[in-house]
T-cell receptor
Framework: DAGVTQSPTHLIKTRGQQVTLRCSPK?????VSWYQQALGQGPQFIFQ???????QRGNFPDRFSGHQFPNYSSELNVNALLLGDSALYLC???????????FGPGTRLTVL | GQSLEQPSEVTAVEGAIVQINCTYQ??????LSWYQQHDGGAPTFLSY????GLEETGRFSSFLSRSDSYGYLLLQELQMKDSASYFC???????????FGTGTKLQVIP
């Protein structure tokens, strides 16, 4: 049984570009949350998707958007990249009714 | 908004017991979770407390006092592999909205 998978593993972009990160949840999970983790900090909640809708959102600008597909996989899109967007982006899946989140290995985004 | 406070670093001896405290300020509190993250790894779920009291899972226990907005993670019989960062996280506002603390880096020494 595969856990949470994310792609790509690493990504290098330049300021102003756009990026799409992908996440496949653990089998049986219906909820996907995205987090941004800067070096030495805790994960910061970006948003959460359930039933293909954004259900919760953290304090991130509209440049951050997402999508959930019928198979529960999800994408995170970031437009107009800034240097400060450089971070580890983590995807976590869970059951909507459960508190335990399973995290993927993350995508390391570097913005130059 | 939400804020969580936990010590930035803790050092403990192998075989000993260590307690990592977490205090929080939030509205619409649902529960407190704990996660472990090794360097270069992903966070892994350890426990969740919605009600006051102690929850025990093997060598790890977690405590919550809702009236004091306080919780702790207790690690017993420390092993070298327990060296990692430990994050407390609150479910608040929306039930599924999770806010993480800044983490406590635990170093276990021989």
């Amino acid at each position: 049984d595969a856990g949470v998978t994310q792609s790509p593993t690493h990504l290098i972009k330049t300021r102003g570009q756009q990026v799409t990160l992908r996440c496949s949840p653990k089998s049986g999970h219906d909820t996907v949350s995205w987090y941004q983790q800067a070096l030495g900090q805790g994960p910061q909640f970006i948003f959460q998707y359930y039933e293909e809708e954004e259900r919760q959102r953290g304090n991130f600008p509209d440049r951050f958007s997402g999508h959930q597909f019928p198979n529960y996989s999800s994408e995170l899109n970031v437009n107009a990249l800034l240097l400060g967007d450089s971070a580890l982006y983590l995807c976590a899946s869970s059951l909507w009714v459960d508190n335990e989140q399973f995290f993927g290995p993350g995508t390391r985004l570097t913005v130059l | 908004g939400q804020s969580l406070e936990q010590p930035s670093e803790v050092t403990a001896v192998e075989g000993a017991i260590v307690q990592i405290n977490c205090t929080y300020q939030t509205s619409g509190f649902y529960g407190l979770s704990w996660y472990q993250q090794h360097d270069g790894g992903a966070p892994t779920f350890l426990s969740y407390n919605a009600l006051d009291g102690l929850e025990e899972t093997g060598r790890f226990s977690s405590f919550l006092s809702r009236s004091d907005s306080y919780g702790y993670l207790l690690l017993q019989e420390l092993q070298m592999k327990d060296s990692a960062s430990y994050f407390c996280a609150v479910n608040s506002g929306g039930y599924q909205k999770v806010t993480f603390g800044t983490g406590t880096k635990l170093q276990v020494i021989p």
